[in-house]
């Protein structure tokens, strides 16, 4: 049980290597109140009538030992949540507890890290590339994916998009030849793992290179996913959510393209999925009321 758990988990994750068997956030279930992401402080004032004291949250919780007054606002962050919890589900309703707890079991369970291998499909330019560059462009970015992982830091902390463009652009074979390279970084062991990569690249058997998909012509869909989109927020709105939080553009922009995703799973197929769906078929219908101010969707 926990408010805004998304760091805590990355946290136990990283530093434990395990994670609870199940969650409920409480935020995420206040959002599902249509409260959006609420801190708590304000739900505990507003469903609870319990104000939070706030005076120690830049405390440095490294020092030791920590002042009674930071012990008290720790332990106030735990303190209300099995009350706020009772009160978020009585007042959202079994269905839509059911729908939180969806939510929190995707938030507890980490994606899949994307095959390192693949990192250099992201990069600017790269479906143009050939032959040698491909492949070091391959191992140059499988490298920095990997020590951006173990440090835990973004993977463009490691080496820029400039520095890998300059590099897959010279191939430098040598330190030498690497200095020559903008927004390269010169620590030694960067410029040897670099050189490293650029070697392993050029020593890569072809059939190893992970090439990239045919690039998704979506543009045609553009007004479906215009549509489709106006649908979902308005359904969003009318169960009083967040529109941001049922769907993105992506999931919109796949379910019109007839690809499996978020809006074909859980709750959201349930609320948006086969409205987008019945959409799509011409089952159902929209039109504008109020002068243009109110979307309403007919045939639903």
């Known amino acids: 049980l926990a408010h805004a758990a998304r760091q805590d988990l990355e946290i136990m994750r990283r530093e434990v290597g395990t994670l609870p068997s199940a969650l409920v956030d409480t935020q995420i279930a206040a959002a599902f109140a249509g409260a959006g992401n609420q801190s708590l402080l304000s739900l505990c004032k507003r469903h609870l009538n319990v104000v939070i004291e706030k ?84 191992t140059l970015c499988a490298w920095r994916e990997e020590t951006a992982r173990s440090r835990n830091v973004p993977p463009r902390t490691i080496i820029g998009d400039l520095g890998l463009d300059s590099v897959i652009s010279r191939m430098p074979r040598s330190k030498a ?86 809006l074909d799973e859980g709750w959201r197929e349930q609320v948006v999925g086969d409205l987008v769906h019945r959409l799509l078929a011409g089952e159902i219908t929209l039109r504008l009321a109020d002068s243009g101010r109110t979307l309403v969707i007919e045939g639903d």
């Open 177 to 262: 030849d690497l200095d020559g390279c903008r927004g390269v970084p010169n620590d030694p062991r960067s410029v040897q793992a670099i050189l490293d990569s650029i070697a392993g690249g050029l020593a890569m058997d072809p059939k190893e290179l992970s090439t990239p998909p045919e690039e998704s012509d979506d543009r045609g869909l553009a007004s479906a996913v215009i549509l489709a989109g106006a649908i979902v927020s308005q359904r969003a709105r009318n169960l009083g959510l967040d529109p941001s939080m049922v769907a993105a553009r992506a999931d919109i922009t796949a379910i019109v393209s007839g690809r499996k995703g978020r």
């Open 55 to 138: 005076g120690d949250r830049l405390t440095d919780w490294t020092a030791r030992p920590l002042r009674e007054s930071a012990r008290l606002y720790a332990a106030s962050d735990v303190a209300h949540l099995h009350a706020l919890a009772d009160e978020l589900r009585t007042e959202i309703g079994e269905e839509r507890w059911g729908w939180a707890l969806d939510e929190c079991e995707a938030s507890r369970t980490p994606p899949e890290q994307a095959d390192v291998t693949k990192a250099w499909w992201r990069v600017r330019g790269s479906r143009a590339l050939r032959g040698d560059r491909a492949r070091v462009a391959q």
